[in-house]
């Protein structure tokens, strides 16, 4: 038999050859590294810096020590800045070769950044554990113009450091390129400069979303028909951010169980976009608790949406039977709106409920703080619960 070799053949086949070279010697030289160096390596990693030994052994993989000098230097300077024990090992399972950075000339520098705008030990550590790879970033190129450009628009170092603190991924983001086109996105459909404040604040997580979803996002909002001027468009936000399109649809079919209709489903989201964030559970226990217990028609709910927010244990039912008690007793009106007495402050509801009527009702503050029941008041349980306020 008579075998024919064109060119082109001969050429593919010394080319896999080739490949297959260079693969094996980079499989060989891996498999025989310095064993000396790699076991120093790796118990360096687990004895100084309290990594497991899969995560040293892992981590020894993209960091090869040759003696404790420097990555000595690099850990005290950590510690005295305010990284803990605890989040060492946090630290350099995602960024080991920050052990090889020169303390002096490269992390220096940036950590003295963050101790002049009053971010506590703390705060330094809390943030670079829980994104350590800002280490590795230029100060001068990345993050003093990341926190300038917060700065700008917070115009205090203490809100700043506050955002920071929610987010600190925002301190890999590019101003000019991530930034800067969403906050000029949301001025030019007309949002305050007081509502950008408060999504930087509040929400600065968002920032993080890819151009093209923050605005598609932005877009959804205002096809909702919410005013870009009022702060709750800023919520709107943020609840079409960490919402799917498949929760959307579930949150809408818990709220027409209870007869809700589409329209005003939106006109309570519209009110208060946070009831769509949510959980099921929380939205049902406390429906059922205003409507069947409470005897609330499901049109003074819409009115006072932000009641779905609040705690059934330590506020809403604690408060509705102190007023329901006042109610029985003729000391306050029948249709007194629930939102006059589940909005106030602790304070501001314990002067206009309970202790302005301690005379006539003795035990009205042992019944908030849940000392004594109805039945110790002199009231049936059934009457409680049976009686219809709306």
Same mark, same amino acid.
């Given at each position: 038999?008579?075998?024919?070799?064109?060119?082109?053949?001969?050429?593919?086949?010394?080319?896999?050859?080739?490949?297959?070279?260079?693969?094996?010697?980079?499989?060989?030289?891996?498999?025989?590294?310095?064993?000396?160096?790699?076991?120093?390596?790796?118990?360096?990693?687990?004895?100084?810096?309290?990594?497991?030994?899969?995560?040293?052994?892992?981590?020894?993989?993209?960091?090869?020590?040759?003696?404790?000098?420097?990555?000595?230097?690099?850990?005290?300077?950590?510690?005295?800045?305010?990284?803990?024990?605890?989040?060492?090992?946090?630290?350099?399972? +995602?960024?080991?070769?920050? *052990? $090889?950075?020169?303390?002096?000339?490269? /992390?220096?520098? &940036?950590? !003295?950044? %963050? #101790?002049?705008?009053?971010?506590?030990?703390?705060?330094?550590?809390?943030?670079?554990?829980?994104?350590?790879?800002?280490?590795?970033?230029?100060?001068?190129?990345?993050?003093?113009?990341?926190?300038?450009?917060?700065?700008?628009?917070?115009?205090?170092?203490?809100?700043?450091?506050?955002?920071?603190?929610?987010?600190?991924?925002?301190?890999?983001?590019?101003?000019?390129?991530?930034?800067?086109?969403?906050?000029?996105?949301?001025?030019?459909?007309?949002?305050?400069? +007081?509502?950008?404040?408060? *999504? $930087?604040?509040?929400?600065?997580?968002? /920032?993080?979303? &890819?151009? !093209?979803? %923050? #605005?598609?996002?932005?877009?959804?909002?205002?096809?909702?028909?919410?005013?870009?001027?009022?702060?709750?468009?800023?919520?709107?936000?943020?609840?079409?951010?960490?919402?799917?399109?498949?929760?959307?649809?579930?949150?809408?079919?818990?709220?027409?169980?209870?007869?809700?209709?589409?329209?005003?489903?939106?006109?309570?989201?519209?009110?208060?976009?946070?009831?769509?964030?949510?959980?099921?559970?929380?939205?049902?226990?406390?429906?059922?608790?205003?409507?069947?217990?409470?005897?609330?028609?499901?049109?003074?709910?819409?009115?006072?949406?932000?009641?779905?927010?609040?705690?059934?244990?330590?506020?809403?039912?604690?408060?509705?039977?102190?007023?329901?008690?006042?109610?029985?007793?003729?000391?306050?009106?029948?249709?007194?709106?629930?939102?006059?007495?589940?909005?106030?402050?602790?304070?501001?509801?314990?002067?206009?409920?309970?202790?302005?009527?301690?005379?006539?009702?003795?035990?009205?503050?042992?019944?908030?703080?849940?000392?004594?029941?109805?039945?110790?008041?002199?009231?049936?349980?059934?009457?409680?619960?049976?009686?219809?306020?709306?």
């Amino acid at each position: 038999m008579i075998w024919r070799i064109t060119v082109k053949t001969f050429t593919t086949h010394l080319s896999l050859l080739q490949d297959f070279s260079l693969a094996f010697r980079f499989f060989s030289s891996s498999r025989h590294e310095n064993p000396e160096q790699r076991s120093f390596t790796v118990s360096y990693l687990i004895n100084s810096c309290g990594l497991s030994p899969q995560s040293a052994l892992s981590a020894s993989r993209k960091l090869h020590l040759v003696t404790p000098e420097r990555p000595d230097s690099v850990l005290s300077l950590l510690r005295n800045y305010g990284i803990t024990d605890s989040q060492l090992p946090k630290l350099l399972r +995602s960024y080991p070769s920050l *052990l $090889l950075n020169d303390p002096e000339k490269i /992390l220096l520098p &940036k950590l !003295e950044f %963050f #101790h002049s705008k009053e971010f506590t030990g703390a705060d330094i550590g809390r943030i670079l554990s829980s994104c350590p790879l800002i280490l590795s970033q230029s100060l001068e190129k990345q993050i003093i113009p990341i926190y300038n450009f917060f700065k700008s628009i917070l115009h205090l170092d203490k809100m700043v450091v506050h955002s920071l603190k929610r987010s600190p991924r925002l301190l890999l983001q590019s101003v000019n390129k991530s930034l800067v086109p969403k906050i000029t996105a949301l001025r030019e459909i007309g949002v305050p400069e +007081s509502c950008i404040r408060f *999504l $930087l604040r509040q929400y600065p997580c968002v /920032l993080q979303l &890819k151009h !093209e979803k %923050f #605005h598609e996002i932005v877009k959804k909002v205002v096809e909702r028909g919410l005013d870009p001027m009022q702060v709750v468009f800023i919520h709107a936000v943020q609840v079409f951010a960490t919402l799917s399109e498949s929760t959307w649809e579930q949150k809408m079919e818990i709220f027409r169980r209870w007869g809700l209709s589409s329209d005003e489903i939106m006109l309570l989201f519209r009110a208060f976009p946070i009831c769509m964030s949510l959980s099921e559970k929380n939205i049902m226990s406390t429906m059922d608790f205003l409507v069947n217990k409470m005897g609330w028609k499901l049109t003074a709910i819409t009115r006072v949406p932000s009641c779905l927010s609040f705690s059934l244990e330590r506020r809403i039912i604690p408060r509705c039977l102190v007023v329901k008690v006042l109610i029985l007793k003729g000391l306050v009106r029948k249709d007194l709106g629930f939102g006059s007495f589940l909005n106030p402050t602790e304070e501001d509801f314990l002067d206009r409920f309970v202790i302005k009527y301690q005379n006539q009702i003795p035990e009205l503050l042992s019944l908030y703080k849940g000392e004594v029941g109805v039945v110790e008041l002199g009231f049936e349980s059934e009457e409680m619960c049976g009686f219809k306020q709306l």
